[in-house]
């Protein structure tokens, strides 16, 4: 008798174990799937909020135009304050924050580069010339590569968010 109750019990306990992985398997590929959509839907309130992707396009064209698109250059809070649209994209409980210029080099297509950091995560946000379209540009490595990355996000033509954890 006590042996029965010692194989149901174990029994009962393989079955509990075995239905709690399947769930908790279900769920982590759920919750992936939300984590995805709720980054979306984050970014595309940042970019709202900021004035939307036509205005973020106005400030880099001008940002390109003051600056040029041949050399790179660190961006320094005076050198934004004239672009409230793209310094907003950043401007919420930031713990860094890197804004650079890159100009054209052989690997790189110029693009304004904004790195945020957050506690463990890392979100750079990647604004290329307002005619660049970054699913036409296979001969930038960084470009393909971040085409091909799970954690990017495809804004608008020119524009990428690509988040690292």
Same mark, same amino acid.
């Given at each position: 008798?006590?042996?029965?109750?010692?194989?149901?019990?174990?029994?009962?306990?393989?079955?509990?174990?075995?239905?709690? &992985?399947?769930?908790?398997?279900?769920?982590?590929?759920? +919750?992936?799937?939300?984590?995805?959509?709720?980054? +979306?839907? #984050?970014?595309?309130?940042?970019?709202?909020?900021?004035?939307?992707?036509? /205005?973020?396009?106005? &400030?880099?064209?001008?940002?390109?135009?003051?600056?040029?698109?041949?050399?790179?250059?660190?961006?320094? #809070? !005076?050198?934004? +304050?004239?672009? @409230?649209?793209?310094?907003?994209?950043?401007?919420?409980?930031?713990?860094?924050?890197?804004?650079?210029?890159?100009?054209?080099?052989?690997?790189?297509? @110029?693009?304004? !580069?904004?790195?945020?950091?957050? $506690?463990? !995560?890392? +979100?750079?946000? $990647?604004?290329? @010339?307002?005619?660049?379209?970054?699913? /036409?540009?296979?001969?930038?490595?960084?470009?393909? &590569?971040?085409? /091909?990355?799970?954690?990017?996000?495809?804004?608008? @033509?020119?524009?990428?968010?690509?988040?690292?954890?």
């Amino acid at each position: 008798m006590k042996n029965s109750k010692k194989t149901i019990i174990l029994g009962l306990a393989i079955c509990l174990g075995v239905l709690c &992985e399947l769930g908790c398997g279900k769920s982590k590929a759920s +919750k992936t799937q939300n984590n995805s959509s709720v980054a +979306k839907t #984050e970014v595309d309130k940042s970019f709202e909020i900021a004035g939307g992707v036509d /205005k973020i396009n106005q &400030e880099a064209k001008a940002i390109f135009d003051r600056f040029g698109a041949k050399e790179d250059k660190i961006l320094l #809070e !005076s050198d934004l +304050k004239d672009f @409230p649209a793209i310094c907003s994209l950043y401007n919420h409980d930031i713990r860094q924050v890197h804004v650079e210029l890159f100009g054209e080099t052989s690997n790189f297509a @110029p693009q304004i !580069s904004i790195a945020i950091v957050r $506690h463990r !995560s890392l +979100k750079v946000i $990647h604004i290329f @010339p307002p005619d660049f379209d970054v699913s /036409k540009a296979t001969n930038f490595a960084n470009v393909s &590569e971040w085409l /091909k990355d799970s954690t990017c996000i495809q804004v608008a @033509p020119n524009i990428l968010v690509v988040s690292l954890q």
